[in-house]
């Protein structure tokens, strides 16, 4: 892959210095009844933008994907925290769950135990910092 990168990257290189040195004669561009005139290597390097413009929105849409899907596996997983610590702690039918203020935290079973809410289908197997364990 390595490679294929650097001739990828040698081609582009030459492309780039032909657009340029070559690229001497004009181009008659129209668009809504107007009309331009600009050098060869003016419209490869509008296209250069455009392409490198395309390519920053696609990385930004991936960037936030993965932090949604990372957000929302640490929420799972701090759900799933509270609900272990409620049942290890015992905790009193008198008192207010945390479950009540943290969401659905877990949930109730037909015996009135808590049990935790988790979510199937996890899609990355990355640790977070948080997990100490």
């Known amino acids: 892959m390595i490679v294929l ?7 582009a290189a030459v492309a780039i210095v032909v657009a340029v040195i070559a690229g001497g004669d004009t181009v008659a561009l129209s668009a809504f009844d107007v009309d331009l005139d600009s050098p060869v290597w003016g419209v490869f390097a509008a296209g250069v933008g455009a392409g490198l413009l395309l390519l920053l929105g696609i990385l930004a849409i991936v960037a936030g994907v993965n932090r949604a899907r990372a957000r929302r596996e640490e929420i799972d997983y701090l759900r799933e925290q509270v609900a272990r610590h409620e049942r290890q702690s015992g905790r009193d039918a ?3 769950e945390v479950g009540d203020w943290l969401g659905q935290a877990h949930t109730r079973t037909a015996g ?11 899609t990355s197997g990355a640790t977070p910092l948080y997990r100490q364990g």
């Open 5 to 11: 990168g650097l001739l990828l990257l040698a081609v």
């Open 94 to 96: 008198d008192e207010p």
């Open 112 to 122: 009135g135990t808590a049990e935790p809410a988790t979510r199937s289908g996890a």
